[in-house]
């Protein structure tokens, strides 16, 4: 039996991971490519799933990390998509707090139950976002883009169009100083020339690399044992801890709220709120019915960016939204959201 390729997107959350599945889902129609996907978020809600083909096969992993608490479903899944659609190649979209080490391992791990090998690494960075956290040159978040920016085996830098050209230059030698082995493709919303793609696509996860990596996370770890390593998820109303003994997560603190939309919204009204979101929110998503003409409208908010497009769910999806961030009081967060949206 053949192997089925798995290609891997990793990133932070909102550096473009969907932007760039979608165009690759483009892609394979235009080739007679038959893909399947897996789209992993730590929030309870799929809205992206809304951006892919009704006719592509799919798997939706929800509610934790496919590194770590959802990670024994993997291989289940992977095996169902095998099973179900007989793809060409199997696309993973890993949630953007995922540690990439453990994404990693845990596709290695499917591999014993499933004839997959892994085809490539992608990691897509937010230019300006990395640009800004790297000048600071701390912090948690840093750490997690530097650990996905090292694991990978091939680098889309995006939202270049956001930053201005020398400070490209300069994120570029920051990520080679980094990965000096993954090519780097800098793109405005993940669009490229699909030559210097498919010659990317020849390139190799450093396996020597991430050990070295794998090594580093352990000392760290070992060293501050006191750490809590629970994955903290908190839900509308209710909040549960994964207890995963063993396991190293970068991004223990993360929250994902998601909130339920009663009635349909005025659009300035939405903007207002998500303009004036806590810093500790640096995420968040949703889709809503438009007060003004009833049309459904998904939003996007991604490092200080906000789009609004209206869109025409391909399935029925409730109005919601998910916020993604640490520290943020998620009670003045929902008071403000009812403000803008009471049941008559
Ligand atoms: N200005 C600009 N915006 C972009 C670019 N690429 C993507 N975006 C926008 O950034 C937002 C987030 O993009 P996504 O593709 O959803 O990012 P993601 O990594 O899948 O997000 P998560 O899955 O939530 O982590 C959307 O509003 C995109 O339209 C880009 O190159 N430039």
């Known amino acids: 039996m053949k192997s089925v390729p798995i290609l891997i997107l990793s990133g932070f959350l909102?550096?473009?991971?969907?932007?760039?599945?979608t165009r690759m889902l483009n892609d394979d129609l235009r080739k007679g490519i038959k893909p399947a996907v897996i789209m992993n978020e730590i929030g309870d809600v799929n809205l992206d799933g809304q951006l892919v083909g009704m006719g592509v096969p799919m798997s939706e992993m929800l509610s934790g990390c496919i590194c770590c608490t959802i990670r024994g479903d993997l291989a289940m899944e992977i095996r169902r998509l095998i099973d179900e659609a007989?793809?060409?190649?199997?696309?993973?979209?890993?949630?953007?707090?995922?540690?990439?080490?453990?994404?990693?391992?845990?596709?290695?791990?499917?591999?014993?139950?499933?004839?997959?090998?892994?085809?490539?690494?992608?990691?897509?960075?937010?230019?300006?976002?990395?640009l800004d956290?790297?000048?600071?040159?701390?912090?948690?978040?840093?750490?997690?883009?530097?650990?996905?920016?090292?694991?990978?085996?091939?680098?889309?830098?995006n939202k270049s169009d956001l930053v201005y050209t020398e400070d490209l230059e300069e994120i570029q030698k920051n990520m080679m100083g980094l990965n000096p082995f993954a090519p780097i493709i800098p793109t405005a919303h993940c669009d490229m020339d699909e030559v210097v793609w498919l010659q990317s696509l020849s390139s190799k996860v450093e396996l020597d690399a991430i050990d070295r990596l794998r090594?580093?996370?352990?000392?760290?770890?070992?060293?501050?044992?006191?750490?809590?390593?629970?994955?903290?998820?908190?839900?509308?109303?209710?909040?549960?801890?994964?207890?995963?003994?063993?396991?190293?997560?970068?991004?223990?603190?993360?929250?994902?709220?998601?909130?339920?939309?009663?009635?349909?919204?005025?659009?300035?009204?939405?903007?207002?709120?998500?303009?004036?979101?806590?810093?500790?929110?640096?995420?968040?998503?949703?889709?809503?019915?438009?007060?003004?003409?009833?049309k459904r409208v998904m939003f996007q908010f991604a490092y200080r960016q906000l789009e609004l497009i209206t869109i025409q769910p391909e399935s029925k999806i409730q109005d919601a939204a998910v916020f993604i961030g640490e520290h943020f009081s998620k009670e003045s967060l929902l008071k403000k959201?009812?403000?803008?949206?009471?049941?008559?």
């Open 14 to 21: 909102g550096s473009g991971k969907t932007t760039l599945l």
């Open 86 to 130: 007989n793809p060409d190649h199997i696309l993973i979209e890993a949630s953007g707090v995922a540690n990439p080490i453990e994404i990693l391992d845990a596709v290695t791990e499917a591999a014993f139950f499933n004839p997959i090998e892994i085809q490539a690494m992608i990691t897509v960075v937010d230019a300006a976002h990395f």
């Open 133 to 157: 956290r790297s000048r600071i040159g701390k912090g948690r978040t840093y750490r997690l883009m530097k650990d996905q920016i090292r694991c990978s085996s091939i680098l889309v830098l």
């Open 215 to 294: 090594t580093e996370h352990q000392e760290r770890f070992d060293y501050n044992d006191s750490i809590d390593h629970l994955h903290t998820q908190e839900h509308e109303h209710h909040e549960h801890n994964h207890g995963i003994s063993g396991h190293h997560h970068s991004y223990d603190h993360v929250m994902a709220y998601s909130h339920y939309f009663p009635e349909p919204l005025e659009d300035n009204e939405l903007e207002r709120v998500l303009n004036d979101l806590p810093d500790g929110v640096y995420r968040a998503k949703g889709i809503f019915t438009s007060k003004k003409n009833g």
């Open 337 to 344: 959201l009812e403000e803008i949206a009471r049941p008559a």
